[in-house]
């Protein structure tokens, strides 16, 4: 599942935040012909300090700060891989890529498609999403799924700082474009032992991050600590046991390896934080049904926010499944 | 060169009536009333008392992220007191708590957006003001649809539409500016050139040499003025709304000023502003200025400032009692106001979360 | 379903574009506030001439020509209802509404929520979505489920005439912000009898459009119309007896008429032009397997494009969904 | 009116260097040799054999949507002869077939995609054009960002990007030109103003007297030309190109011109464009213009033209042969180019197409 490119010089803990620099950094050292760009990450390093010191460590001319204006940062990049770099666009909350949703879903998805193979785009679109940590508005939703009903486009959503480097480096190297989503809420809470030497995940593979027997609960992001964190209650307090699944990837999908997961058990719960119509879940549901049907003891369920927009700080925590919201839900799934 | 190129847009000298030192420049009638100038001095102070209040509750996890408007006073005040609340409306970006307050916004419902309380974002029925728009420039084109439609239905309302340096670079500023122009609508663009989008300065965001300039390509008359002169922001917009009531269409102001604390409370501005730029701003406080002003009119001494100060912080200190005596936010607030009428299904997922959580 | 809220006065033939046509100018006529705005739909009358005639009849001021930009259109329209009027933009083909995406996924779809309560949003947006007609580039996509994954915003794909003007007639008196969807290969194609006087068609119910008893068939758009053709071919070829449901809203969705249309047969087919994954038709089945699990005698299956972009007119027919694709996909659903 | 405002924008006269009679203006030296102007007078004609032949193909079903050049030939064609093809590239909306051939696609190529044979979507490697772009006014950005890297990687290549007025409307135009200020992009902006966005006229599009001054907002030079005057677009843009190549950053060259035909092929004019209007525009027409230029000088005569247009008509044919021998679309042209390496769920998808409609 990931591949070790160069002698691994050892490991040291990370949280997320530090594990996407150290993938940048490498890769920028790696790699002249990859540039990074967006609303902040040059002098500042990012808001969130994902891109901190590349500038100094790369220049001007490859870390680069943008006028603030989305769908030119994307727009942009799509002629900047034309000319045979590979950019590493910022978009600086998820939220905003509504204003470059033109060019992501027309364009850069496309351009392979549309040029008939002359112009593959090597364009890794990073974003911070999702909730949990009290954001102005906009700045937490979780708008993955409409990234996935996109043809062209990969889109991955690691859920730990190995995943995050690995994975980074492997969307960083992929001829593809992939969006690649960070955890708000992950950057600094998330953290664990990281190689500091050179390795990729592969994408399109996703991982059981707990075994269990009951129940198989799939999810993604920031959303697989939680179910952890549920798993431990469903065992402490209900003695149900967890299988939990990492996706991962959402494009392309691990669907063998989802469907393994849940013919171990035969009951799902799918979790995420965007609302429930049309969220990522239903495409898990509609393929795990199909892929798995003969398997499933019970219907699907679906822990996911409510069909609202994000709300304000103080309201967020009714709107964000919570660790208590999935274990409810397992308890539904065994029920029927 | 061609012999024809247009002309290239030289730097402008922004229009000033007030030197720093607060002496009326030669020829110019004062756009304000001694009383519209202490009743926008005031404001001015309102919302600075307000700032460093709100940033001591943001580090005590009492308020939630917000933008000081330290800095900009005279720039967001000024061009406020230009309208009629009755019939104009404000469009704010976030960054302009006076516009909103002279409007007829209370205090405490601005405080409780920030506090992360939805009830916040109900402005009263009668305020004529737009909600906080957090996306960058998406307010610019809504703020031209409304001023359309106020046109169409006669109102003679006008629309002060803010925005940033930073939010001029979106498509929806273009957008907006250039529909504005065909229809003539009555609207004012006011963008607030603070200098920095967060940490983007202003000549990373554009070559250009005046952002006014850009009215050019849209049909209409753009201005730079000196944004930490309240009398001339007040004579400028003046104009641009008489304008703009009279059926002559959009104006773009330029409001040249400074940001002179953080983006926000999240920021760290020591990683990216200069110390001389800034301390090169210090000695162009808007509020000192009019304080300036005044007092060589006699109409303002240190006691007076006092005094007022003291009843501002009153004031702020009341509206945070009324927002904290505001119910705690509930789920149902989530659902209540999603659709006119929700479909069962949201009705479901109202009855799951409240019977859950409440 | 409907309600006729005046006399009808006759019925006359109309095609899907007359009928729309038909409901503008009585609404147009009934309410004042209601404008009518967007690419050459004035003078020209719409490159379908769906508001021929509009300008005319209500004039420059309720009936306008923009300029080329979708942003702004959808932007303006959220002022204009502010200002107390009843905006009906036009996109002139959905794959341009990726341009106003931010207006409409944050804005138009939120507007009700940012202000709690004191900005409704009663703008209906309409444009042509779907293929089969050799467009050139991004005019035939269909991305609707993009747009519902974005809560606030109604979304209504009519697949018939009548069902054309009513729902037209209701989505512009919602007092929410609806999308209608209006099938491009069907303005022409798609005629009936079509009540002359005002009626609406409630939005939110499905309806059969062919009772079955094997399988349940369901569509909206012009898929539904392949899915009648299916029928006949099911039925002289095979034997087979369909059930066709016609789901006319995808949001809010009619649960309760969908779960008694798959209870009836406890096979299910979904059928749609966009592409499998995330497509609409996931929202289905996942809510399908939730609500009438015990029902299911088999996986749903789901007959849609490909994962891939809407290619040029030489490539369509392997694209977009056919009549035989429909008949294999029941037939697999039959088999398992 | 302000003291300040900045100045208007006045109706520019755009640069002229053949008259209508193909006079050329006083003082003005060709920017074209003899050599180029035949070269690209035959292109002009070409497109033109192009268009009639392709519209009557259209009516019969064998030809897809398109849109004609008529009337703008010498707008493309002068602006595309600026160029070097070897290291400079253009970036087309949909209506500059001159300008790909110019840079060295094979005709046959484009007919294959309005054939909508999916192989025309593939532009032979070292042919430096992007596909046309039917989503209105992406390309900017995009052209934006290749003259940013073709710069960044020191390859001395320029971009020439093609929009029309009703594209200019768009944020994407206004984020692109911006940033190319910022980073001074070689690039330059042609904005074809050919009086119509379908069916919508240039003064419903934009208040501006002139698109061009645009160009101020964002700093940089803007020129407007007459676009049906082959050697006055040479040269503006020869110049734009030279400023660009030497790291001066962009221009937008706003080329006034006039759209002769229908939008396309699916479009009735008749139901908008103004009669006298076009009728006006007749006597102005870019081909017959650098004819008489010639005929002046002796370098052309009707015999000239007849066995010039049997050349073209031969040539549009023998394309057209080409293009009709290419095998027919498949199936698995539509999942060939998705990704570099098809995730197993599309292989699926492939495989059951495939097997099941070839
Ligand atoms: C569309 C969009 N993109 C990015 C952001 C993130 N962001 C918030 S404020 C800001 C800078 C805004 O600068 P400016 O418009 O000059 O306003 P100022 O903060 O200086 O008042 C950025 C990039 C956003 N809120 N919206
Ligand atoms: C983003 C987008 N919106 C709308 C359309 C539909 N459309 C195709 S061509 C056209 C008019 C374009 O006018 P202009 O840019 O002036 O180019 P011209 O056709 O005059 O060459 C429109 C509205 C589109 N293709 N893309
Ligand atoms: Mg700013
Ligand atoms: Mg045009």
Chains 1, 3 share one sequence.
Not at chain 2, 195 to 215: E, F, V
């Amino acid at each position: 599942m990931s591949t070790v490119t160069e002698p691994v010089v050892g490991t040291a803990t990370m949280n997320m935040v530090e594990a996407i620099r150290d993938a940048l950094t490498l890769e920028m050292a790696r790699d002249e012909r990859v540039v990074v760009l967006g609303e902040d990450v040059g002098v500042l390093g990012g808001v969130f300090r994902a891109t901190d010191g590349l500038q100094q460590r790369f220049g001007e001319r490859r870390v680069i700060d943008t006028p603030l204006a989305e769908g030119v940062i994307i727009g942009a990049s799509v002629g900047l891989a034309i000319s045979g770099l590979i950019p590493v666009p910022e978009l600086q909350f998820l939220g905003f890529g509504h204003q470059a949703f033109h060019q992501i879903g027309q364009q850069v998805a496309r351009f392979r498609f549309r040029s008939q193979g002359r112009h593959p785009m090597p364009i890794t679109i990073r974003s911070p999403f999702g909730g949990g940590v009290r954001t102005p508005e906009l700045h937490s939703d979780a708008f993955e799924a409409l990234y996935t009903n996109t043809p062209g486009l990969k889109v991955v959503a690691p859920a730990d700082a190995y995943d995050a480097k690995g994975m980074l480096l492997a969307a960083i190297r992929d001829p593809d474009p992939v969006l690649f989503l960070e955890p708000l809420r992950g950057y600094r809470l998330v953290s664990g032992e990281v190689p500091t030497g050179d390795y990729t995940v592969a994408l399109g593979r996703s991982k059981v991050v707990r075994e269990g027997e009951h129940v198989t609960v799939i999810a993604y992001s920031a959303a697989v600590q939680l179910c952890t964190k549920a798993a431990d209650v469903l065992a402490a307090e209900h003695g149900i046991s967890t299988h939990v699944v990492d996706v991962r990837s959402l494009v392309p999908l691990d669907v063998e390896g989802i469907v393994a997961a849940v013919e171990h058990t035969g009951r799902v719960v799918i979790v995420h934080e965007a609302p429930l119509t049309s969220g990522f879940g239903a495409e898990l549901a509609a393929t795990i049904q199909r892929e798995a049907f003969y398997s499933l003891e019970a219907p699907i369920e679906r822990v996911t926010a409510p069909d609202t927009p994000y709300p304000l700080g103080g309201t967020e925590d009714f709107y964000v499944p919570q660790v208590d919201d999935i274990v409810r839900g397992v308890l539904n799934a065994l029920e029927r | 060169m061609f012999a024809q190129f247009i002309p290239d847009g030289a730097p402008v000298t922004p229009i000033q009536h007030l030197s720093p030192d607060g002496v009326l420049a030669a020829g110019v009638t004062p756009s304000m009333s001694d009383d519209q100038l202490l009743a926008g001095l005031r404001l001015m102070m309102l919302t600075r008392v307000f700032d460093t209040k709100a940033m001591s509750l943001q580090r005590q996890g009492r308020f939630g992220t917000f933008s000081q408007v330290t800095g900009q006073e005279a720039s967001i005040v000024g061009s406020a007191s230009a309208l009629d609340p009755l019939i104009d409306w404000v469009v704010p970006q976030y960054r302009e708590l006076p516009a909103l307050l002279r409007q007829g916004l209370p205090l405490s419902r601005f405080m409780l957006y920030f506090m992360g309380n939805l009830a916040g974002s109900r402005i009263p029925d009668g305020v004529n003001i737009l909600p906080i728009q957090i996306s960058l420039a998406a307010q610019i084109p809504q703020a031209v649809g409304l001023a359309w439609g106020l046109q169409m239905q006669q109102t003679g309302g006008v629309v002060v539409v803010y925005f940033g340096d930073g939010a001029s670079s979106e498509g929806d500023f273009h957008e907006a500016c250039n529909l504005a122009g065909v229809v003539k609508a009555p609207v004012v663009f006011m963008l607030s050139n603070n200098g920095w989008a967060i940490s983007t300065p202003r000549h990373k965001q554009s070559a250009a040499s005046s952002l006014a300039s850009r009215a050019i390509g849209y049909g209409f008359p753009g201005v730079v003025v000196d944004g930490n002169d309240l009398l001339a922001v007040h004579a400028v917009t003046a104009e641009a709304v008489a304008r703009a009531r009279s059926g002559h269409g959009p104006t773009l102001i330029e409001s040249v000023t400074y940001r002179m604390g953080p983006h926000n409370t999240a920021d760290d501005p020591t990683r990216y502003v200069d110390a001389a730029a800034l301390e090169s701003w210090k000695p162009l406080d808007p509020i000192v200025r009019v304080q300036r002003h005044l007092a060589s009119r006699r109409l303002w001494d240190d006691d007076r400032r006092q005094t007022v100060e003291a009843e501002l912080s009153a004031e702020v200190d009341a509206a945070l009692v009324i927002a904290r005596a505001e119910p705690a936010p509930t789920a149902s607030q989530l659902f209540d106001h999603v659709y006119a009428d929700p479909p069962s299904t949201l009705q479901r997922q109202r009855a799951a979360r409240i019977g859950a959580t409440s």
